[in-house]
C-alpha cells in the first residue's frame, strides 16, 4: 500500500482537475443528450412512438460511441499529459517516479471520463427500463464496457503522443491527436474496404480479418455488434472475420487479446518515451 500511494495521489489530483475541467463537464452533458436522444428517436424514425428497448438503443448507440469517445479520450488526454515547459518541470522534478506520475495521470484521466461516460449511459438506461422493461440489457452493458475500452484505449495513444511532446507547443499534439483521430476511425475502413475490393476474394478476406484485428475501434464495433444483434447487423469486415474464426466465442477471445494489447503496448511505449525524454 505504501508503494502504490504515490499512484493513487496523482490519479486522485489528475482526477479532481478532470472532473472540474469545462470540457469533461460538456462531454457529459452532450454524451447524455445524445443518447437519449438515440434512445427516443428509433422508432420515431420507423414510424412508431416511444423510447427504444435496450438492445436496440445500444445498436443505435454503436457508432456515435464510436466516433465521439475515441476524440474525446484523444483530445482531453492530450491536454492533461502535454504541460508546458514550466509546468512539465515543476511536475517531473518531484521525488516520484515519471512512470508513476504517468500511471497516475492516466488511472484519474480515465476516472473522470469513465464518470462521465456512465452519467450518459446511467440516464438513458433509467429512462429506456423505466418506459421499455429490461430486455435487451446484457447488450447495452456490453456497449458501455466497449466504450470504457476505448477510452483506455486513446487515453494509451494520448499519453504516446504527450511524451514525445513535453515542453513543446500543444497545438502540434492536439492537432497530431485528430490526425491519429481521423486515421483511425474514419479512414482505416476506408482504405481497408477499398484494398479488398482491388484483391482476389481469399486475399480480400484476410485483409479484412486483419483489419478487425488491428484497429481497436473495428474490434470494439465488432464484439459490441456480435453480443448484441449477433450476425445480422455485421458488415463485410466482420463477416469475414467471423468465418475465420468459425465461432461467436473465438472470436470474442481474439478480439479481447486484441484490445488488450492495444491498451499495455502503447502505455508501456508512453512509459519509455516519457523515462527518455529531456524535461
Given at each position: ?7 493513487l495521489?496523482?490519479?486522485?489530483q ?30 420515431i ?11 436496440r ?64 449511459f ?88 486483419v ?49 488488450l ?19
Open positions: 500500500m505504501a508503494a502504490a500511494r504515490p499512484l495521489l496523482c490519479a486522485r489528475e482526477l479532481v482537475l478532470a472532473v472540474r475541467s469545462r470540457w469533461t463537464q460538456i462531454f457529459a452533458a452532450v454524451f447524455a443528450a445524445l443518447a437519449l436522444a438515440v434512445a427516443s428517436a428509433g422508432y424514425l420507423s414510424g412508431g412512438h416511444g423510447v427504444q428497448d435496450f438492445a438503443t445500444a445498436a443505435s448507440l454503436v457508432q456515435l460511441v464510436l466516433l465521439l469517445v475515441p476524440l474525446t479520450a484523444l483530445l482531453i488526454g492530450v491536454m492533461a499529459l502535454a504541460p508546458d515547459r514550466g509546468a512539465a518541470e515543476l511536475l517531473f522534478s518531484q521525488p516520484v517516479s515519471r512512470g508513476t506520475i504517468l500511471l497516475g495521470k492516466l488511472l484519474g484521466l480515465f476516472q473522470a471520463l469513465a464518470a462521465a461516460q456512465a452519467l450518459g446511467g440516464v438513458a438506461g433509467l429512462v429506456i427500463f423505466n418506459q421499455s422493461g429490461e430486455e435487451g440489457l446484457g447488450g447495452f452493458l456490453l456497449l458501455v464496457l466497449g466504450s470504457l475500452v476505448l477510452t483506455a484505449v486513446y487515453l494509451g495513444l494520448a499519453a504516446v503522443l504527450a511524451a514525445g511532446a513535453l515542453g513543446r507547443r500543444r497545438q502540434r499534439v492536439l492537432a497530431l491527436g485528430l490526425v491519429v483521430w481521423f486515421a483511425s476511425v474514419v479512414l482505416f475502413d476506408v482504405a481497408a474496404l477499398g484494398l479488398a475490393s482491388l484483391l482476389p476474394s481469399g486475399a480480400a478476406s484476410r485483409v479484412l480479418i483489419s478487425v484485428l488491428v484497429n481497436p475501434v473495428d474490434a470494439v464495433r465488432t464484439g459490441t455488434l456480435l453480443g448484441v444483434e449477433g450476425t445480422a447487423a455485421f458488415g463485410a469486415a466482420s463477416l469475414a472475420f467471423l468465418r475465420f474464426t468459425r465461432g461467436a466465442l473465438s472470436a470474442g477471445l481474439l478480439l479481447a487479446l486484441s484490445l494489447l492495444w491498451i499495455a503496448v502503447p502505455t508501456l511505449v508512453a512509459l519509455a518515451r516519457l523515462r527518455r525524454a529531456d524535461v
